[in-house]
């Protein structure tokens, strides 16, 4: 009797359906085949016309929907390579004609953040992507503009006052124009736009107008927190000048590396960055300790490469702001970094304990006279191999590569970008139906 009833419920569902087909004209029309069902039934629809109003949700576990805004090349690849200068910009970019980060580059390079971004967005058949390309923006989770806003410092008026720098300006005032007439950022303010800043001084003339975005940055020195924080930002690591030590295999690294701790490096900072100073005072007169002031040059790094992979620990005083290059050097080099810095964010610090692969001192407790050396040589040998094993383990975090591959800086960053997509639509639909703008405040 049940399986009797359940093939009738069967039949009349079956008949009930095709007369409402029939009804509906959606045969003669067009082939079974080429039905859309889900415009037949108003629960299933998904209005393209108004992507606020019905929003595919972001999926936890898959990748990231990303839209690239098609920008004049004088916006980014122009930057790279002058051959780009004269190429009609209505020739797409694409895995093919996309430039390789250039060998001369320099320091530049560290702050390469953008680059990577753009070129994993272009990657054809890559199957380790936390992002992929779409290219129909109303199916976008967020929206990338592929702006070389550092590049663009360091090539058009690094020293600020250069003639040159009006260049950097005129494109930070023109991306605005561009983005001010896109539909899509008119709906949502911008907030669901992702826009690299990496390097300190990265659009520098304009940037509060675009502080609602989702920006990438290195750290938050240089920023109010009204303009850039956490909830909404994600802090990306610096890529690493230094070659990663990829035979790493003493059978005694701890005794193999002599030196206690090192750095190598420039000792006149700004802000925080006058601890470095201080620094080369209290850490005179230890044999295992080397403090060396020095500048970025081919040999310097090729120096400081051998000393952090020489090392147990590798000193990371703050900079011209909380964050340097050098941690991620000491990283890839296996060098147990020794963090000094009071203000410092860390990249992917929700996935990663900074505490079991580094050591962290206050300002106040490194500038007491032998406190940071005394505690380095409390740190027993089987502490010190766990933190060194770890470093080999979670190295390939912080690399940028192309092609991406799993788990590496570039995907980490997409992550972090999905991790920011809900609290940027909670912002965009609370100032949507809010009678009295942020009230809470």
Same mark, same amino acid.
């Given at each position: 009797?049940?399986? &009797?009833? /359940?093939?009738?419920? /069967? ?11 029939? @009804? @509906?004209?959606? +045969?003669g029309a067009r082939s079974i085949s080429t039905v859309d069902f889900r415009s037949q039934f108003s629960f299933l629809s998904s209005s393209t016309n108004d992507r606020n109003a019905n929003y595919a949700p972001c999926r936890t576990g898959s990748p990231l929907r990303v839209f690239m805004y098609d920008l004049p090349k004088r916006f980014n690849v122009a930057m790279l390579s002058k051959k780009f200068a004269g190429i009609d910009d209505g020739i797409p970019?694409?895995?093919? *004609? ?12 560290q702050h390469s953040v953008e680059y990577w971004l753009m070129a994993s967005l272009l990657c054809e058949n890559c199957t380790d992507g936390e992002a992929v390309r779409v290219l129909d923006p109303d199916l976008a989770d967020v929206f990338f503009v592929p702006f070389f806003s550092s590049l663009s410092f360091n090539t058009h008026g690094r020293n600020m006052t250069d003639p040159d720098t009006e260049l950097d300006r005129q494109l930070q005032v023109d ?5 001010? =007439?896109? /539909?899509? $950022?008119? &709906? ?12 300190? *001084? ?8 675009? *502080? ?7 750290? +938050? ?23 990663? +030590?990829?035979?790493? *295999?003493?059978?005694?690294? #701890? ?35 080397? #403090? ?12 400081? %490469? ?17 964050? %340097? ?32 692969? %580094? ?8 500038? /007491? ?11 027993? &040998?089987?502490? $010190?191999?766990?933190?060194? &094993?770890?470093? =080999?383990?979670?190295?390939?975090? #912080?690399?940028?590569? #192309? ?16 991790? =920011? ?13 809010? =009678?009295?703008?942020?009230? $809470?405040?």
């Amino acid at each position: 009797m049940i399986s &009797k009833s /359940i093939i009738s419920l /069967i039949i009349f569902i079956i008949i009930t359906f095709t007369v409402y087909l029939f @009804t @509906t004209g959606s +045969f003669g029309a067009r082939s079974i085949s080429t039905v859309d069902f889900r415009s037949q039934f108003s629960f299933l629809s998904s209005s393209t016309n108004d992507r606020n109003a019905n929003y595919a949700p972001c999926r936890t576990g898959s990748p990231l929907r990303v839209f690239m805004y098609d920008l004049p090349k004088r916006f980014n690849v122009a930057m790279l390579s002058k051959k780009f200068a004269g190429i009609d910009d209505g020739i797409p970019l694409t895995a093919k *004609n996309f430039p390789a980060w250039p060998d001369n580059s320099g320091l530049k390079q560290q702050h390469s953040v953008e680059y990577w971004l753009m070129a994993s967005l272009l990657c054809e058949n890559c199957t380790d992507g936390e992002a992929v390309r779409v290219l129909d923006p109303d199916l976008a989770d967020v929206f990338f503009v592929p702006f070389f806003s550092s590049l663009s410092f360091n090539t058009h008026g690094r020293n600020m006052t250069d003639p040159d720098t009006e260049l950097d300006r005129q494109l930070q005032v023109d991306i605005l124009k561009f983005l001010r =007439k896109s /539909i899509y $950022w008119q &709906k949502t303010d911008g907030r669901d736009h992702v826009i690299p800043m990496h390097h300190p *001084n990265a659009f520098r003339f304009l940037r509060d107008e675009v *502080n609602a975005s989702i920006l990438i940055v290195a750290d +938050f020195g240089r920023y109010s927190k009204l303009m850039s924080n956490l909830r909404k930002d994600v802090v990306a690591p610096y890529m690493h000048v230094m070659e990663s +030590f990829l035979d790493d *295999n003493s059978p005694d690294p #701890y005794n193999s590396r002599t030196t206690l701790l090192f750095f190598k490096g420039r000792t006149v900072r700004k802000s925080e960055g006058v601890v470095r100073a201080k620094l080369e005072k209290i850490l005179k007169g230890y044999n295992d300790v080397h #403090y060396e002031a020095s500048y970025a040059t081919g040999e310097s790094i090729k120096a400081s %490469s051998k000393g952090m992979r020489s090392s147990k620990f590798c000193l990371n005083p703050a900079g011209d702001t909380p964050s %340097s290059n050098r941690l991620f050097d000491a990283i890839v080099s296996h060098c147990v970094p020794v963090i000094v810095s009071d203000r410092i964010e860390l990249p992917f610090e929700d996935e990663l304990d900074y505490k079991k692969f %580094s050591v962290f001192f206050s300002i106040k407790e490194a500038l /007491i006279p032998g406190y940071m050396v005394q505690q380095l040589r409390k740190i027993p &040998k089987e502490k $010190w191999l766990e933190m060194w &094993k770890l470093l =080999k383990q979670i190295t390939h975090h #912080y690399e940028y590569q #192309y092609p991406p591959k799993k788990d590496d800086a570039v995907n980490m960053i997409w992550r972090q970008v999905r991790n =920011k997509v809900p609290a940027e639509r909670l912002a965009v639909h609370r100032a949507r139906r809010l =009678k009295v703008p942020d009230w $809470w405040r």
